[in-house]
């Protein structure tokens, strides 16, 4: 990627078409439905012959694979994992959103689209965001029948919470498991399907390349993890649910395992990659405590329903918390955002707490972090209470501190965790390559530029239990799909292509790991395309990263050998594909000269330092190109309308 696209150096871009993502046409309501009925179906005895490759076994790929297979489909579900049961979707804690209203709190399916708009920072299509807030219900009544021990009241009916962002309790949670809880779910559905034999698991199976005949998705080639054989598989269809790429930064919230590699590689193969820098940097991560750490651990969003964020006023403060008065404290959070308080989203939250450890007010080592104290909470509801909505989040936060927060408060700091960005799909969730579809975090998803809590597994079984079956079989009854088998060129290529770049990480032999790599890799991203983003800052990492790349095909060690099980081998393969997708993130927050949402730019924000869109140059969803080799990538760009949020300065002061 030598030098900028036209666009970033100012010279305006060519007239590439712009994108249609086939929104339905009709009342936002009724798209939906309207795009159900329109759809083609496929008889019920056709469904057997036609085979779907999902890769990914979290949530979203659990649900898609599940619920195909459920209809009838021939279903192959890879996972580089050594089953479904590990995906990352485990990890998640708070919970789950859903307009059920059964707060009666005033929530409703317009207000949970309005919110999940607004959130978005004006970056998200309308359309889905529409239809992911008319979802969320059934996704709820699905999980509850599927036996999901969600919290309840007293009475019996299910419990909720409150996330950032939103002024109503539709939070559905199961402890701070909700994530373990709802993989388990979707894993039965999937073992289910497994014994019925509609489908088959390839577990520490690790997609290596897409491969596209005569411009249709038709297969992927795949590299056995254990015994090293690289295999390719023919399919009708390809469903991509393999998660974000927060782990570009190494230091993330994430899975160690969670990568780019499949996105990544279909991005080479033709698929647009939407929005890439926008990433959600979470307000309340333990921080970190070393150079040697390899991993940031989450402390749930649900803890600031409760929990109070401040920092001491006095500059420099080095007093135990417990030792500084009320009168000295500041309540940050509460004192800017009286509206919103603690829950304002999580992009608010990350750049106030920035700004105060950057005045000099941060508490801990470095000064990198600030309180989230539940002194308050425990006076008001009881220790019980508070043992039973957050215990293993405390849990947690001890094991890892050595400290009781029960006693003295939580010390937490911003960290990497989601990315909004993800390769682009239209409203049928596929992507500009016919017959690859793409769900869950690895999409571009309906989230815009910040996402809200409790969104993204809303979205992972929005799309796997309810969009994809409904938008693949209408791809497979009106595709003309000429019959494909492994030994076509296609495969052959794509096949060879992985052997070689799987033989020359083998080849190198040099002095440096693949960890070394990827940790300043990481520090590069954190440093100027992490929390604020400047153009001299984007510039200067943009200048460095082909140097890093450079480095690291002549410089890095893998030992052992690809004919068995290698993890060295597994890392140094996903971070080179960081290595190249770092590049393209900064090229598209170089672009994208606006604040908006997680996407801080320095140079526009307010007077009061809060993030300022310029909607007249950058309402458009950016979707890039792949172009080949050395060459620049391509903008292409989907308009965004905003005709039943409009277009306003959020505030949640
Ligand atoms: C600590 C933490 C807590 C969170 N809490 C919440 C929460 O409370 N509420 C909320 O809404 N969201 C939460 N999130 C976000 C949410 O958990 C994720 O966005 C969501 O689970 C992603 O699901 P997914 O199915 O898209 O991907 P994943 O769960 O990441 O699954 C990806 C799958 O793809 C497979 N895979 C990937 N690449 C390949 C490849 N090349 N070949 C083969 N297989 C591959 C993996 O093996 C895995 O099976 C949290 C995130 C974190 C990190």
């Known amino acids: 990627m030598p030098g900028l696209p036209a666009e970033v150096r100012g010279v305006p871009s060519d007239a590439a078409p712009v994108l249609d993502a086939r929104i339905p ?34 949530l979203a790929g659990a649900a898609a694979a599940a619920t195909l297979g459920e209809q009838g489909y021939h279903v192959r579900c890879f996972t580089f994992h050594d089953t479904p049961r590990r995906a990352h979707s485990i990890a998640a804690q708070g919970g789950i959103n859903a307009a059920k209203n059964y707060r009666n709190d005033g929530d409703s399916v317009f207000r949970l689209f309005y919110d999940t708009v607004k959130g978005g920072d004006f970056r998200a299509r309308e359309a889905n965001a529409y239809r992911l807030a008319q979802v969320s219900v059934n996704i709820i009544d699905q999980c509850v029948a599927q036996g999901v021990p969600f919290a309840r009241d007293y009475g019996g009916l299910l419990e909720t919470r409150s996330f950032g ?117 979470h307000p309340t991560c333990i921080p970190q405590s070393g150079e040697h750490q390899s991993k940031l651990t989450l402390m749930s969003e649900s803890l600031r329903n409760d929990g109070r964020v401040w920092v001491p006023k006095k500059k420099g403060d080095t007093r135990r918390p417990n030792d500084i008065p009320e009168s000295e404290r500041d309540y940050y959070l509460e004192r800017r955002y009286p509206a919103f308080g603690n829950l304002v989203p999580r992009d608010v939250a990350s750049r106030a707490a920035k700004e105060v450890c950057d005045e000099g007010r941060g508490v801990g080592p470095g000064g990198h972090g600030v309180y989230l104290d539940f002194a308050d909470a425990i006076a008001r509801l009881g220790l019980d209470n508070v043992v039973e909505k957050y215990g293993n989040l405390f849990e ?36 500009t390559i016919p017959g690859l579809f793409v769900a869950g975090e690895a999409n571009f998803s309906d989230q815009g530029a910040n996402r809200l809590g409790a969104s993204a597994l809303m979205q992972g079984l929005s799309d796997g239990y309810f969009i ?23 495969f052959r290529e794509a096949e060879a292509d992985v052997r070689r770049r799987t033989h020359m990480l083998l ?42 790349r450079e480095e690291f095909h002549r410089n890095v060690r893998v030992l052992g050998t690809g004919e068995e099980l290698n993890q060295a081998l597994e890392k140094a393969g996903r971070v080179a594909d960081f290595l190249e ?29 809060e993030a300022r869109r310029d909607d007249a140059k950058f309402c458009y969803a950016a979707a ?30």
């Open 468 to 490: 994809l079956p409904a938008t693949v079989p209408d791809y497979v009854a009106t595709a003309k799909l000429a019959k494909v088998d492994t030994s076509h060129a296609a």
């Open 624 to 653: 890039w190109e792949w172009t080949g080799h050395g060459q620049q990538p391509a903008l292409h760009k989907e308009p965004l309308a905003f005709e039943h949020v409009h277009l306003a300065q959020r505030s949640y002061k």
């Open 396 to 431: 947690i936060y001890e094991r890892i501190t050595g400290d009781d927060a029960y006693r003295v408060p939580m010390r937490i700091y911003p960290a990497p965790h989601y990315t909004m960005g993800g390769l682009w799909v239209d409203y049928h969730l596929m992507s």
């Open 581 to 609: 997708l770092a590049e393209l993130m900064c090229l598209d927050a170089l672009h994208r000269s606006e604040s908006c949402g997680g996407h801080f730019r320095v140079e526009s924000q307010t007077a009061e330092g």
């Open 25 to 58: 046409a009709g009342p936002i309501e009724q798209k939906w439905d309207r795009c159900r009925a329109e759809m083609k179906l496929v008889n019920p005895a056709n469904r057997r012959k036609h085979t779907i490759i999902v890769v990914g076994s979290g």
């Open 165 to 281: 962002g939103v002024q109503v309790e539709r939070t559905f949670y199961a402890r701070g498991q909700t994530g373990q809880q709802l993989l388990l779910g979707a894993y039965q559905a999937l073992e289910r399907q497994i014994a019925a034999g509609t489908v088959t698991m390839h577990p520490r199976t690790e997609m290596l390349d897409l491969v596209v005949v005569d411009g249709k998705a038709r297969g992927i080639v795949t590299r056995d993890l254990q015994t090293g054989a690289i295999e390719s598989h023919v399919g009708d269809v390809v469903v991509l649910a393999t998660g974000g790429y927060s782990n570009v930064f190494y230091l993330s919230t994430n899975a160690k395992a969670s990568n780019c590699t499949a996105i990544w590689r279909a991005h080479r193969r033709g698929a647009f990659f939407g929005n890439p820098c926008f990433t959600q940097i």
């Open 507 to 548: 080849e190198v032999n040099g002095r440096r790991t693949v960890d070394s790599f990827h940790r300043d890799l990481g520090r590069l991203m954190w440093d100027d395309c992490g929390m604020a983003r400047s153009d001299a800052g984007l510039r200067r990492t943009l200048a460095k990263i082909p140097e890093l």
